[in-house]
C-alpha cells in the first residue's frame, strides 16, 4: 500500500527535538553543578546530583507522563478505523477513487468494520471499490475478483447469502475465463462458494469463515 507522509509526522519530528534539546540541556546543567560540588571536595555530592538531574528525573518523567500505556481492544480498533478513514481520503483526494492504493485504502477500512461487528458498512466500502475497480481492470481484473470475493464474505457476514452466492458465482465465472479452471484463484472462489452454498442448507454458521480472497 502506498503510505503518504502527512503533517502530523513533522509535528511528531518537532515534539522529539524538543525533548532531545531539553534531555540535553538537562545533562549539562547536571553536569555544571555537579561539577561545582565535585571541585569543591565534595565529590559524592556531585556525582548523585549529577545522577539525579540527568538520569532520575528524566526517567520518571517519561515513567509518569510519556511511557506507551496499554490501549482497550475497542479502542484501538476504533483509532485503527478513524487512521484509514484518513488514509481513504488522502489517497482518494490525491490519488484518485480508482487508484490501487485507494482501493486498497477501502479494503482496510472494511475489514476493521467487519471486526468491529459493522458488515453493512464493510459492504457499501467494497461495493464502492468494487465499481472502480472493475472500471480500472476490467471485470475479471485480480483486483477486481479479490474485491468482489471480499464484499460476497461481507454480504456472508451480514447474513446476506443470496448477495454472498451471486458475487462468488459471478467471480468464479471471472476467474476460470482469466486463469483457468485449475488456478488456485478459481479453486479458492469454488470453495468460497460451496461454503455460501452450505451455510444457505443451513449446514454451516453463516459467520464461519470460507478461503481468505488474495
Not at 531539553?22 to 548523585?48: D, N, P, T
Not at 549529577?50 to 511511557?67: C, I, N
Not at 454472498?164 to 483457468?180: E, K, N, P, T
Amino acid at each position: 500500500m502506498l503510505r503518504i507522509g502527512y503533517s502530523g509526522d513533522a509535528g511528531r519530528s518537532a515534539v522529539e527535538r524538543v525533548r532531545l534539546v531539553r534531555l540535553v540541556g538537562q545533562v549539562v546543567v547536571a553536569a555544571v553543578l555537579g561539577g561545582v560540588l565535585w571541585s569543591e571536595g565534595h565529590a559524592s555530592a556531585g556525582a548523585a546530583l549529577f545522577l539525579m538531574l540527568a538520569v532520575g528525573f528524566p526517567a520518571a518523567s517519561w515513567w509518569l507522563f510519556e511511557r506507551p500505556r496499554p490501549v482497550p481492544a475497542a479502542a484501538a480498533l476504533e483509532q485503527r478505523l478513524r487512521a484509514d478513514a484518513c488514509a481513504l481520503a488522502h489517497h482518494t483526494a490525491l490519488l484518485g477513487p480508482g487508484h490501487p492504493a485507494t482501493l486498497t485504502s477501502h479494503d482496510d477500512l472494511a475489514r476493521g468494520h467487519l471486526l468491529a461487528g459493522r458488515p453493512e458498512l464493510a459492504i457499501r466500502h467494497y461495493q464502492v471499490a468494487l465499481t472502480y475497480a472493475i472500471h480500472a481492470s476490467g471485470p475479471d481484473g485480480s483486483e477486481t475478483l479479490r474485491i468482489r470475493r471480499r464484499l460476497a464474505e461481507a454480504h456472508r457476514a451480514a447474513g446476506h447469502l443470496p448477495q454472498a452466492i451471486a458475487h462468488l458465482s459471478r467471480a468464479c465465472a471471472d476467474a476460470a475465463r482469466r486463469y483457468g479452471p485449475e488456478h488456485r484463484t478459481t479453486s479458492g472462489c469454488r470453495a468460497q462458494l460451496a461454503a455460501a452454498r452450505a451455510a444457505t442448507a443451513g449446514s454451516v454458521p453463516v459467520g464461519s469463515a470460507g478461503a481468505d480472497p488474495r
